[in-house]
């Protein structure tokens, strides 16, 4: 749930998507001001890549003005200033609808949202910043200390490091309630069958403190000898790639990088097959196996020498076992290709993977692979929004079964006759790339079993 109030008010404050969402409550202090973090890798469904926690701020790792002792000193309170006021006022009746107003002189915002799911909440934030300048002066100032443990460590494995520059955060403590119910019974069926809540009518809550980070604005370090800088322009020119929408050659492109993730997956044996199918559809059941499977690839990827693949769940021991007894080389690969199935399914909403589960038993994915291939292929720019698709794609042996992809189509902003014809919306295109990823992998793995 903080989830979806943090992406909303990043995207209506920065719709190009410099403006970085926290995804979780509990990481929230590691993405304040100066906080060093590190960049997920960026897919065709997620142009603007995420970003991961460090331990660490640039204070941390930066030495004293003597170049002997690393600094660990609080972040003066000079650095930070604060911007203009942000006005956000967020209204949902059957669709999301929104308005941003920017006056001046103030820091404070106010965000206001109700949804059809009777979803609402006020929060009021507070945006700061650190300029530019103070960057460019402290560096003159002090060097990084090349001998910290972090900073060796990451030259070794030649990672970039961001730090943050600019936040949004929660200027009093807010409480955001949300209540889901189900028009009609064909989700709350799916709910009662896959969900561990065995219902669709459900309320959820959640408190957000006095000072917790929303979101953040990172920039890339360049470091050299000690010496250190920021790369002021965004790395492979992510805001354009962002806000490109529908283009040609983007179907070609993701399906190029779909299949070289999923490789790895086409070589498994029948029995690891069975292992990874029922472990990646545990974590879309269950959100508490989906963050423990992505913290333990995680740890893979960043050290795959020294990472814990023990658990506690019969649904993912299995899996952590097979991948524990894997050669170095095979494990990155196996570990890479989990990790962007899980960025995959992220993208997607809770009711969209009940769908896909759903869709599994009724062995039909192999036919919406198919069908969301072809309208990917279509440009929107091209067609207004609207177009068609080969009809004999929708032919389905029951009625549940155009059902199941029609709404799930739907939720990634497509919608679509039984004729074929389709209007789709300008921003859909990561929803259905996150969609096409997803149906590919559990294919794969599905023929394969």
């Given at each position: 749930m903080f989830k979806k109030v943090t992406q909303s008010i990043a995207k209506q404050m920065d719709p190009k998507g410099e403006v970085i969402p926290v995804y979780s409550i509990l990481d929230q202090e590691h993405f304040r001001l100066f906080c060093l973090v590190r960049r997920k890798g960026k897919t065709m469904f997620c142009p603007t890549p995420g970003y991961r926690r460090t331990e660490y701020s640039l204070y941390d790792v930066l030495?004293?003005?003597?170049?002997?002792?690393?600094?660990?000193?609080?972040?003066?309170?000079?650095?930070?200033?604060?911007?203009?006021?942000?006005?956000?006022?967020?209204?949902?009746?059957?669709?999301?609808?929104?308005?941003?107003?920017?006056?001046?002189?103030?820091?404070?915002?106010?965000?206001?949202?109700?949804?059809?799911?009777?979803?609402?909440?006020?929060?009021?934030?507070?945006?700061?910043?650190?300029?530019?300048?103070?960057?460019?002066?402290?560096?003159?100032?002090?060097?990084?200390?090349?001998n910290h443990s972090f900073i060796e460590q990451l030259k070794k494995r030649q990672q970039n490091l961001y730090v943050v520059y600019e936040s949004v955060e929660a200027s009093e403590e807010t409480s955001y309630e949300e209540t889901n119910?189900?028009?009609?019974?064909?989700?709350?069926?799916?709910?009662?069958?896959?969900?561990?809540?065995?219902?669709?009518?459900?309320?959820?809550?959640?408190?957000?403190?006095?000072?917790?980070?929303?979101?953040?604005?990172?920039?890339?370090?360049?470091?050299?000898?000690?010496?250190?800088?920021?790369?002021?322009?965004?790395?492979?020119?992510i805001q354009t790639f962002a806000s490109d929408g529908f283009s040609c050659g983007k179907s070609e492109a993701l399906e190029?990088?779909?299949?070289?993730?999923?490789?790895?997956?086409?070589?498994?044996?029948?029995?690891?097959?069975?292992?990874?199918?029922?472990?990646?559809?545990?974590?879309?059941?269950?959100?508490?196996?989906?963050?423990?499977?992505?913290?333990?690839?995680?740890?893979?990827?960043?050290?795959?020498d020294n990472c814990d693949l023990k658990t506690e769940s019969p649904d993912l021991k299995d899996l952590l076992y097979s991948l524990q007894d894997s050669p170095k080389g095979l494990l990155l690969k196996l570990a890479e290709?989990?990790?962007?199935?899980?960025?995959?399914?992220?993208?997607?909403?809770?009711?969209?993977l009940l769908l896909l589960l759903e869709s599994l038993e009724e062995k039909i994915v192999t036919q919406q692979l198919r069908l969301v291939k072809s309208i990917l292929e279509h440009s929107i720019e091209n067609t207004k929004g609207c177009f068609s698709v080969d009809a004999s794609l929708l032919s389905f042996s029951q009625e549940k079964e155009l059902k199941i992809t029609t709404v799930m189509l739907e939720m990634?902003?497509?919608?679509?006759?039984?004729?074929?014809?389709?209007?789709?919306?300008?921003?859909?295109?990561?929803?259905?790339?996150?969609?096409?990823?997803s149906l590919y992998v559990l294919d794969l793995l599905n023929t394969l079993d």
């Open positions: 030495l004293h003005e003597d170049d002997k002792v690393s600094a660990g000193a609080l972040i003066p309170t000079e650095d930070v200033q604060d911007s203009s006021q942000v006005v956000f006022t967020h209204h949902v009746d059957g669709r999301v609808e929104g308005k941003l107003h920017l006056p001046v002189n103030s820091a404070n915002t106010e965000v206001h949202g109700s949804t059809h799911w009777s979803k609402e909440g006020s929060i009021k934030l507070e945006k700061k910043y650190i300029p530019v300048a103070k960057f460019e002066s402290l560096k003159t100032e002090r060097k990084i200390n090349m119910r189900t028009e009609g019974s064909f989700m709350a069926q799916l709910y009662a069958k896959f969900s561990t809540k065995g219902t669709r009518d459900c309320k959820q809550s959640i408190t957000i403190p006095k000072g917790c980070i929303i979101a953040f604005r990172p920039m890339q370090l360049t470091i050299q000898d000690g010496s250190w800088g920021i790369y002021h322009f965004p790395e492979d020119n190029k990088e779909v299949k070289a993730k999923y490789q790895i997956f086409s070589k498994l044996s029948v029995d690891l097959c069975v292992i990874f199918l029922k472990s990646i559809k545990a974590v879309m059941r269950n959100r508490n196996l989906f963050q423990e499977l992505t913290q333990k690839m995680e740890a893979v990827l960043d050290e795959p290709a989990i990790n962007y199935t899980l960025y995959a399914l992220d993208e997607l909403t809770e009711d969209q990634s902003g497509v919608k679509i006759q039984k004729n074929g014809s389709a209007e789709c919306e300008l921003e859909a295109f990561s929803s259905l790339a996150a969609l096409y990823a």
